[in-house]
């Protein structure tokens, strides 16, 4: 069964710093793209971070600096290290996957459940 599982997600205080975990089942993630969404509370969802099979990364501008995307083929497993939280990171995070060597705009056909980052002031 193909599937992806996030955990990690918590309450923290700004400034501080949470590592979220991606576990995927039934599909080797080095041959696809992976990515990081998250929806805040009451908004739509946006673009957090992609990792595609050649190692590239990108991230979001409201990110950038202070989340790392990465992913550990033999684990099957992709991570965001989130550092210097706050406030407006708060919401939930998403992991999603596309069979693609390059990460597209959109088309993420495997979907997480979802895990939820709280960041008080």
């Known amino acids: 069964q193909v599937q992806l599982v996030e955990s990690g997600g918590a309450s923290v205080q700004a400034g501080g710093s949470l590592r979220l975990s991606c576990a995927a089942t039934?599909?080797?993630?080095?041959?696809?793209?992976m990515a990081w969404f998250r929806q805040p509370p009451g908004k739509e969802r946006e673009d957090v971070a992609t990792i595609d099979t050649f190692g590239n990364t990108t991230y979001s501008d409201s990110v950038k600096g202070r989340f790392t995307i990465s992913s550990d083929s033999a684990q099957r497993t992709m991570y965001l290290q989130m550092n210097r939280l706050k406030p407006e990171d708060t919401a939930k995070y998403y992991c999603a996957s596309v069979r693609a060597h390059l990460c597209p705009l959109a088309g993420y056909d495997i979907w997480g459940q979802g895990t939820q980052v709280t960041v008080s002031s």
């Open positions: 039934g599909f080797t993630i080095s041959n696809n793209c």
